[in-house]
């Protein structure tokens, strides 16, 4: 079968079937090829299916300290089958409903791997043959999946990736996790909430490497109060079958061995571009050395007519990201003169408590030559978080000493990743933290923390003791 397009979008995830919608509202005839589910990992395999694990973990946090309200229930038990069930569910919805947007919008959904054969000809091939698109541009959209590391091999049962750790009928006893980043604290963290005891393994000197270290610290200590072990500063070397589950051998950075028993390791050390056997010299795309595609302002790729967005491209890898880097392609195919001009890209972590960031950190403004003030308010003193019982975290800011600009926001505690949008505005826009200081916020609310941490940058909040 061949078919003919003035655009064809190649993966369906959340930079793809963003731009092959907007592509369409802008008129340009558009074919989008995925080759299983559109909505990619994030839908099926990773934001989404994570965060409703993580509230179904946080529902039962609050029903095993519900007491201290008066409120008074059995211990909870964990279904993790039917939690999953639950899961799915939301899953095919939040997919099916990107279906019927595609199908409204009048995108053409091609399932099947695409390959180029040459800069204007993708070859897919599907379930029912092989399928032709000559295209005038395309934008490459295929995104990332786990690293695998040779001494710890996915056999998908007891060596799992966050795919199988998403998809677990049992809640395992004890779990191993590799790597103290983003992914492996979320599923680590809200299993533990489910009853596993979770042992975390990181080779930095912390977890969370890149995130502003008083966040870190307040982290840590959740981490050590749930009991939940973390080894830094450490390797893990392999694993040995011991009759009663696996033990997983580490080398800590001062020659002492550990041996961890548990009965699943989750790796989780990173991400690797999906852009092998995409047919990319065939169509003249120039890859660099770890495998991700360099790419312009406006994301066009070494082939100027091809685009590149999302994980594929590099820098962080966030849905949100290529999300806005599809937008972006989109608009240039469709005739507009945009770049990619993002100042402030926020960037959440669905931990407990969660943590969210965007801007600078503290050391980071110093580094670069500024001169900066901090402002923090925590969440101890704050109405609303008291009444919902979430006192812990806080909200810190960081700021210019010369001209006041907000700099960085870097928050920990309960809705730390709905508050932080405010900050992203305000970083985008250029304000000062004066700015926020003098907007009003409504009481009471978590927002107020925002305004009150503006305040403390000045020495000026009026519900903690200025210094």
């Known amino acids: 079968m061949s078919k003919s397009t003035q655009a064809v979008v190649l993966g369906a995830g959340p930079g793809g079937y963003v731009a092959a919608i907007r592509l369409a509202q802008r008129g340009v005839k558009t074919i989008l090829v995925e ?56 899953v095919q919805r939040l997919t099916g409903g990107i279906g019927v947007l595609l199908e409204k919008a009048g995108v053409e959904v091609v399932t099947g791997r695409g390959r180029f054969e040459d800069p204007h000809t993708l070859n897919v091939q599907g379930e029912d043959g092989a399928t ?61 909430r489910f009853g596993a005891e979770v042992t975390v393994v990181e080779m930095m000197d912390q977890i969370l490497p890149g995130i502003d270290a008083d966040i870190v610290k307040t982290l840590s200590r959740a981490l050590k109060k749930r009991k939940i072990k973390v080894h830094l500063n450490a390797r893990a070397e392999g694993f040995e079958d011991d009759g009663d589950g696996i033990r997983v051998k580490v080398t800590t950075d001062k020659g002492k061995t550990l041996d961890i028993p548990c009965d699943k390791v989750l790796v989780s050390v990173g991400r690797r571009p999906n852009t092998e056997d995409l047919g990319l010299d065939l169509a003249g795309v120039q890859v660099g050395e770890r495998g991700f595609i360099p790419v312009d302002a406006q994301l066009r790729t070494s082939t100027p007519h091809i685009f590149a967005i999302g994980d594929i491209t590099g820098g962080a890898l966030l849905a949100h990201k290529a999300s806005k880097e599809g937008l972006v392609a989109a608009a240039v195919i469709a005739g507009d003169d945009e770049v990619y001009d993002v100042r402030a890209m926020p960037a959440a972590v669905f931990t407990e408590p969660e943590i969210a960031t965007v801007g600078l950190t503290e050391d980071e403004a110093v580094s670069k ?14 109405g609303k978080a008291l009444t919902c019982g979430e006192t812990e975290g806080f909200v810190k800011i960081v700021a210019d000493a010369e001209d006041d600009r907000i700099l960085g926001v870097h928050i920990i505690g309960h809705a730390a990743s709905d508050l932080i949008s405010e900050a992203a505005v305000a970083i985008e826009a250029g304000l000062c933290a004066e700015d926020l200081a003098l907007t009003v916020h409504p009481h009471p609310t978590m927002g107020e923390s925002l305004m009150e941490a503006a305040e403390a940058v000045h020495g000026m909040a009026i519900h903690i003791l200025n210094p």
């Open 35 to 90: 080759k299983s589910r559109v909505g990619g990992v994030c839908l099926n395999r990773g934001c989404i299916p994570s965060k409703a694990f993580i509230h179904a973990a946080k529902v039962v946090e609050h029903m095993q300290h519900a007491e201290t309200m008066g409120i008074l229930a059995d211990k909870p038990r964990i279904d993790l089958a039917r939690t999953k069930a639950w899961k799915d569910s939301i």
């Open 132 to 192: 032709t698109i000559r295209f005038e541009q395309a934008i490459i959209a295929t995104g990332s999946r786990s690293l695998e590391i040779p001494p710890f091999p996915y056999d998908r049962k007891r060596i799992i990736s966050s795919t199988e750790a998403l998809d677990l009928e049992d809640v395992p006893k004890r779990l191993c996790v590799i790597g103290g980043g983003v992914i492996g604290l979320e599923i680590g963290m809200y299993l533990h």
């Open 369 to 382: 030559g500024h001169s900066v003030r901090v402002g923090r308010f925590p969440f101890s003193a704050l």
